[in-house]
């Protein structure tokens, strides 16, 4: 008969790994679990925040995430504790004074003493039975293969299994009972013969789903190895063009590269988010597979059963998934060797050539949260698209068109400026301006600008030395502040350029010159306001100008008709020579004159806002 000790112990051990239970973990439902089985199971969930019971499959909330931070079975963890400092004592010898025991038979289900040992040893019908050493059953290193004894029939083992209870029996309480109820009664040892069959089931699946997966992440290496040596290929064309137009054409080249560099990180962006999946999926299947596993190590009763029958459902369904399919690894290559390098024939053309192969199209359209108050857009250092509403508040979008975050709710904005250092400055509808810390937290620098309401109407850009340009479209002038604050160290007087008030002001990145725009007419100048260059296009109402600058300081403009709702962004040189078009009369919705604004992601895409939406469109 099983001792007190054997008894306790059994009742001890987690459903999952069947081990006495370590930092043991409660839910809500009240079943108990090792903290490290209960981290396992969280990780092949989807939901992070809620974990659910293996037994009853209720879920329970984890705070933060975290399965440490869940109430600990502090009672039962005491228990645990000193079940296993307690020395079990032979079970064989008839003694009162029982002598410690220093083995366990595992067929006769006894604890043994040294001279028992020697007893068993010796008698002929034991020579099969498998004994341990003691000290391997209380570490765990050795479970424990015992029947245990029917309450109801103190004499019997329990030798039968239930399908219908799924639970152990007798073979006395299987007959009376479980019979007469209609319940199907198999032999213990069949039973978990049919257990031990699915687990070698499922794992033999697992690793054919895990070779196919694996065959496919090798795969994606083959396309961005092909991929790779497409663009190495796209950038010795490049150089050597280069070579023959050294003097002229330099600053091309670094677009250029820019451009396949561009398009190398979008290309790998797509590789490394399918790569991503699928290396989730086997680390899902491996997690499943280890705890389905702990099945073979001891029979399977009660709340491990069924925790083991949820984990076999849930490994079943995940090996249920289709296979990953290779063709879109091999679609991102097939798009990307349609792009190729074409070199311009005459010296005296503008560029080196260009790529060709691809197209611009719009890859999102967001409705902006506060409605018609589009005030300004400019990027962020960190490659975000930050929009200003008039109404209050900064939005900050991805370049696939989620917004990642809102700050300065209270704030209207006409105007925002980043400083090399993550600082931002921002211009308030009263034509304030005010200096933020990167955490948007507001300095104590003050700005002497013109008192004057401009609302939309005026601008400001920061230059690649921090200095700090504001326009004010009514009195046609263009002031220049440090980020230190307090009066502007220049004026730049604009009236002298037809009498077009600066509406829009926009520095270059690896000179001081700006671009200046009003309407249809937008002007390059340098930083005094000197050498400019005029660009115009069609009639001032009916075609407005937004222009842009890339990071290679090329120019980009968005004409906008504004009676049709229809949109071409075009192209140019850091002196407003054409170049080619990038896209053609796209739709836009509820058109507001003058309410535009173009900016180009950090990473190539670009971002065309409207008082009420923002366009985000990618060379496809």
């Given at each position: 008969?099983?001792t007190f ?24 439902c009240?079943h108990?679990?090792?903290?490290k089985?209960?981290?396992r199971?969280?990780?092949t ?7 659910n019971?293996p ?9 933060r ?11 039962l ?46 008698w002929?019908p034991f020579?099969?039975?498998?004994v341990?050493?003691?000290s ?30 799924r639970?152990?029996?007798c ?15 198999e032999?213990?040892?069949i ?18 789903k895990k070779?196919?997966i ?26 050597k ?45 491996t997690a ?6 702990n ?5 399977l ?28 690894p ?13 070199r ?42 930050a ?25 209207r904005?006409?105007?925002?400026g980043?400083?090399?250092d ?22 104590d620098?003050?700005?002497e ?10 601008d400001?850009?920061v230059?690649?030395?921090d ?9 046609g ?7 230190q ?29 700006l671009?200046?725009?009003?309407a249809?007419v937008?002007?390059?100048?340098d930083?005094?306001?000197?050498e400019?260059?005029v ?20 120019v ?5 008709n ?11 040189t ?9 896209i ?21 895409e ?15």
């Amino acid at each position: 008969m099983a001792t007190f000790h054997q008894i306790i112990s059994q009742n001890l051990k987690c459903p999952i790994c069947l081990n006495l239970f370590n930092q043991p973990k409660s839910l809500i439902c009240s079943h108990t679990f090792c903290q490290k089985c209960l981290r396992r199971i969280s990780q092949t969930q989807s939901d992070k925040d809620t974990i659910n019971c293996p037994i009853c499959r209720r879920g329970t909330p984890l705070p933060r995430g975290d399965v440490e931070k869940l109430q600990t079975n502090v009672p039962l963890s005491s228990l645990v504790d000193k079940v296993k400092i307690k020395n079990p004592t032979c079970t064989v010898c008839e003694m009162d004074d029982k002598s410690p025991a220093v083995s366990y038979c595992q067929d006769c289900g006894k604890y043994m003493c040294k001279s028992c040992e020697k007893g068993h040893s010796i008698w002929k019908p034991f020579s099969n039975h498998e004994v341990v050493p003691v000290s391997e059953v209380l570490s765990g290193k050795v479970p424990l293969k015992m029947r245990r004894k029917c309450k109801k029939h103190p004499s019997e083992d329990e030798e039968c299994f239930c399908t219908g209870c799924r639970e152990y029996v007798c073979c006395k309480c299987g007959m009376l009972r479980h019979s007469k109820a209609g319940h199907d009664i198999e032999e213990a040892a069949i039973h978990e013969e049919k257990l031990m069959e699915n687990i070698n089931d499922l794992k033999k699946r697992v690793r054919s789903k895990k070779t196919t997966i694996e065959n496919h992440i090798d795969f994606i290496e083959t396309q961005r190895n092909e991929i790779a040596i497409m663009l190495r290929k796209l950038n010795e064309d490049i150089d050597k063009t280069y070579e023959e137009y050294m003097q002229l054409l330099s600053a091309r080249r670094e677009a250029l590269k820019i451009q396949v560099k561009q398009w190398s990180q979008k290309f790998e962006r797509k590789f490394q988010e399918m790569e991503m999946e699928s290396r989730h999926t086997v680390s899902h299947m491996t997690a499943l597979e280890e705890l389905v596993t702990n099945g073979m190590n001891e029979l399977l009763e009660k709340d491990a059963l069924l925790a083991h029958d949820t984990l076999c459902e849930n490994l079943k369904s995940f090996l249920g998934r289709d296979d990953p399919d290779n063709q879109s690894p091999r679609g991102v290559t097939e798009r990307a060797q349609k792009i190729s390098f074409r070199r311009y024939e005459k010296v005296n053309e503008p560029s080196l050539g260009e790529l060709e192969g691809y197209t611009w199209d719009v890859r999102a359209e967001v409705k902006l949260p506060s409605g018609r108050s589009m005030g300004c857009m400019t990027c962020a250092p960190d490659g975000k698209m930050a929009v200003g509403s008039l109404n209050g508040r900064i939005h900050l979008y991805r370049p696939d068109g989620e917004l990642q975050q809102t700050v300065l709710n209270d704030v209207r904005v006409t105007n925002i400026g980043f400083l090399s250092d993550g600082r931002s400055v921002v211009r308030d509808v009263h034509g304030k301006m005010s200096l933020y810390t990167p955490q948007w937290e507001k300095l104590d620098v003050t700005f002497e600008t013109i008192s004057y309401y401009g609302g939309r109407d005026d601008d400001l850009a920061v230059d690649r030395d921090d200095n700090i340009y504001v326009s004010y479209w009514g009195l046609g002038k263009i002031q220049m502040f440090t980020p230190q604050g307090g009066k502007a160290v220049r004026d730049i007087m604009f009236d002298e350029y037809g009498g077009y008030g600066p509406c829009q002001i926009i520095s270059f990145h690896n000179t001081g010159n700006l671009i200046v725009k009003h309407a249809s007419v937008v002007v390059c100048i340098d930083s005094k306001g000197k050498e400019p260059n005029v660009l115009k296009k069609g009639d001032v109402i009916m075609s407005d100008a937004h222009p842009a600058v890339c990071r290679d300081d090329s120019v980009i403009i968005a004409w906008v008709n504004n009676s049709e709702g229809l949109v071409s962004i075009n192209r140019y040189t850091s002196d407003l020579k054409h170049t080619h078009n990038l896209i053609t009369d796209f739709k836009i919705q509820c058109p507001y004159p003058g309410s535009y604004n173009l900016q180009e992601f950090e990473s190539g895409e670009i971002a065309f806002c409207t008082s009420s939406r923002l366009y985000i469109l990618d060379a496809i």
